[in-house]
């Protein structure tokens, strides 16, 4: 009888044992609980996306450069005695760029100068010209410019001229080209001219030697020797196109679509009541279109350039440098770059290096629509690298000549990477140097203004005459 009581009391406490080791499971620890019963169930589909949208934010990064940082002279030109040069290297534009940061200019008036021969005396005496790509307002490029408060700081420049000439005077003019516009500025009193002459020399610097001559509005550097310059081959990453939806769409239901578009392209279409986001799987390229139901706050020009950026900052993943590069009407056009030359396509084939930024047409500078590739560099294979000669002035002028076009007719000449349209279905990238010419706002490459279909393109513009000086 006492056997059998011992028994029953050892089963007893294997089975409160069993009950405590269940409640456990139920109460704290499910999941291991359901895994041993085998009886683990299957995530739902908003756990996988979930999941997905975490493991792919924590993969990407998007860009992590200010405003300040794309607000950048596109060219630093040094002019000493009677020639003009490109500075093309690194360190002593970093020398420059860190000197004159240090010790912004002083804005402290906005008369404009009335000499109409000052342009013209300015570019020729020596002196240190930063160009920037395109027209900006003084109160977007803080880095250099020191504005007193009561300055408008609304008012467009597209380059410094600081003359080296006599070490006294301290004079800086920031000029609009476009208007010929031309206001007076100081040097900073901590900064000496001699500062900035002894960062450039022909012994330690990369300089170009150039030629002046006169675009549609302003003036165009073209190389006096041939340019030999390097392409460049990666292999490309496809943002997933979970990146932005988790953005534009997060905790908030969208409908999703299929679209055509007048190339037959696929796209496909995520919206809500706020955003419309149309992917172009074809092009793998984006747009998206923001509604708004109130009429948005006035901003000055400077609030609606960092706006636009703001979009830039937002969706944009590519790891390299970006700068401001286009600005007309409604149109904010931010480029990327490599190697400090900017990145762009021929004109029949899909932009791969500009984010393009439209804003409403009314006082607030609200963004409309923005569109971005969603193509990024993965890896630089560079043993695929080959030297390409770029033209020399000389060159360009007869090639110019030979279609009966003229310098004067474009609004810019300048040196870039083409993207090339072969692409191995997104797989690999090519950048290849060429001249691009600016033509009424578009982009066109050396090839394409020496075929037919230019001819009616230039056709169209109203030309006048160019010459070198």
């Given at each position: 009888?006492?056997?059998?009581?011992?028994?029953?009391?050892?089963?007893?406490?294997?089975?409160?044992?069993?009950?405590?080791?269940?409640?456990?499971?139920?109460?704290?620890?499910?999941?291991?609980?359901?895994?041993?019963?085998?009886?683990?169930?299957?995530?739902?589909?908003?756990?996988?996306?979930?999941?997905?949208?975490?493991?792919?934010?924590?993969?990407?990064?998007?860009?992590?450069?200010?405003?300040?940082?794309?607000?950048?002279?596109?060219?630093?030109?040094?002019?000493?005695?009677?020639?003009?040069?490109?500075i093309r290297d690194e360190a002593t534009i970093n020398t420059l760029r860190s000197l004159i940061e240090s010790r912004p200019i002083s804005v402290d008036n906005v008369s404009y100068m009335e000499d109409p021969q000052l342009l013209n005396n300015l570019f020729d005496v020596d002196?240190?010209?930063?160009?920037?790509?395109?027209?900006?307002?003084?109160?977007?490029?803080?880095?250099?410019?020191?504005?007193?408060?009561?300055?408008?700081?609304?008012?467009?420049?597209?380059?410094?001229?600081?003359?080296?000439?006599?070490?006294?005077?301290?004079?800086?003019?920031?000029?609009?080209?476009?208007?010929?516009?031309?206001?007076?500025?100081?040097?900073?009193?901590?900064?000496?001219?001699?500062?900035?002459?002894?960062?450039?020399?022909?012994?330690?610097?990369?300089?170009?030697?150039?030629?002046?001559?006169?675009?549609?509005?302003?003036?165009?550097?073209?190389?006096?020797?041939?340019?030999?310059?390097?392409?460049?081959?990666?292999?490309?990453?496809?943002?997933?196109?979970?990146?932005?939806?988790?953005?534009?769409?997060?905790?908030?239901?969208?409908?999703?679509?299929?679209?055509?578009?007048?190339?037959?392209?696929?796209?496909?279409?995520?919206?809500?009541?706020?955003?419309?986001?149309?992917?172009?799987?074809?092009?793998?390229?984006?747009?998206?279109?923001?509604?708004?139901?109130?009429?948005?706050?006035?901003?000055?020009?400077?609030?609606?350039?960092?706006?636009?950026?703001?979009?830039?900052?937002?969706?944009?993943?590519?790891?390299?440098?970006?700068?401001?590069?286009?600005?007309?009407?409604?149109?904010?056009?931010?480029?990327?770059?490599?190697?400090?030359?900017?990145?762009?396509?021929?004109?029949?084939?899909?932009?791969?290096?500009?984010?393009?930024?439209?804003?409403?047409?009314?006082?607030?500078?609200?963004?409309?629509?923005?569109?971005?590739?969603?193509?990024?560099?993965?890896?630089?294979?560079?043993?695929?690298?080959?030297?390409?000669?770029?033209?020399?002035?000389?060159?360009?002028?007869?090639?110019?000549?030979?279609?009966?076009?003229?310098?004067?007719?474009?609004?810019?000449?300048?040196?870039?990477?083409?993207?090339?349209e072969d692409m191995e279905m997104f797989r690999k990238a090519e950048l290849i140097p060429t001249w691009f010419f600016q033509l009424n706002g578009e982009h066109y490459t050396l090839e394409e203004i020496q075929s037919d279909d230019f001819v009616d393109i230039w056709n169209n513009q109203v030309l006048g005459e160019g010459g070198a000086d």
């Amino acid at each position: 009888m006492r056997k059998q009581n011992t028994g029953f009391t050892v089963v007893l406490v294997i089975l409160v044992a069993i009950s405590f080791l269940f409640s456990y499971f139920i109460l704290y620890d499910i999941n291991t609980f359901e895994s041993i019963i085998g009886n683990e169930s299957a995530p739902t589909e908003e756990e996988i996306a979930t999941e997905t949208i975490q493991s792919t934010a924590n993969y990407y990064s998007p860009t992590r450069l200010s405003f300040q940082d794309v607000v950048s002279s596109d060219e630093y030109i040094i002019r000493l005695g009677q020639q003009s040069y490109f500075i093309r290297d690194e360190a002593t534009i970093n020398t420059l760029r860190s000197l004159i940061e240090s010790r912004p200019i002083s804005v402290d008036n906005v008369s404009y100068m009335e000499d109409p021969q000052l342009l013209n005396n300015l570019f020729d005496v020596d002196h240190l010209q930063m160009e920037l790509p395109t027209r900006i307002p003084l109160g977007a490029y803080t880095r250099v410019l020191s504005i007193e408060d009561e300055i408008p700081k609304d008012i467009l420049i597209d380059r410094i001229i600081i003359p080296l000439t006599s070490q006294e005077e301290r004079e800086v003019y920031l000029i609009d080209s476009k208007t010929e516009r031309v206001i007076e500025a100081e040097l900073s009193s901590n900064l000496r001219k001699d500062e900035l002459r002894n960062a450039i020399t022909l012994e330690n610097s990369d300089l170009l030697e150039v030629i002046r001559y006169q675009g549609a509005y302003k003036p165009i550097y073209l190389p006096v020797n041939n340019v030999n310059l390097q392409s460049e081959l990666f292999t490309l990453d496809v943002l997933p196109e979970n990146l932005h939806v988790s953005d534009l769409f997060d905790n908030t239901g969208f409908n999703t679509t299929e679209v055509a578009n007048s190339e037959d392209d696929e796209v496909f279409r995520y919206q809500n009541y706020i955003n419309t986001l149309d992917v172009n799987r074809t092009t793998q390229q984006f747009d998206l279109t923001i509604s708004r139901a109130d009429p948005g706050e006035p901003r000055t020009t400077v609030e609606k350039f960092r706006n636009a950026f703001s979009m830039v900052q937002q969706f944009e993943y590519w790891e390299g440098d970006i700068r401001l590069f286009h600005q007309e009407n409604n149109f904010i056009t931010f480029r990327r770059y490599y190697n400090d030359l900017p990145i762009l396509t021929s004109s029949n084939m899909p932009d791969y290096g500009a984010n393009s930024v439209q804003m409403r047409g009314d006082l607030s500078g609200d963004i409309f629509r923005y569109h971005q590739p969603m193509l990024t560099f993965y890896t630089h294979i560079d043993t695929a690298s080959q030297e390409y000669e770029l033209m020399n002035h000389e060159e360009i002028l007869a090639a110019l000549q030979e279609r009966g076009y003229t310098v004067n007719g474009f609004e810019d000449i300048f040196m870039a990477y083409e993207w090339q349209e072969d692409m191995e279905m997104f797989r690999k990238a090519e950048l290849i140097p060429t001249w691009f010419f600016q033509l009424n706002g578009e982009h066109y490459t050396l090839e394409e203004i020496q075929s037919d279909d230019f001819v009616d393109i230039w056709n169209n513009q109203v030309l006048g005459e160019g010459g070198a000086d």
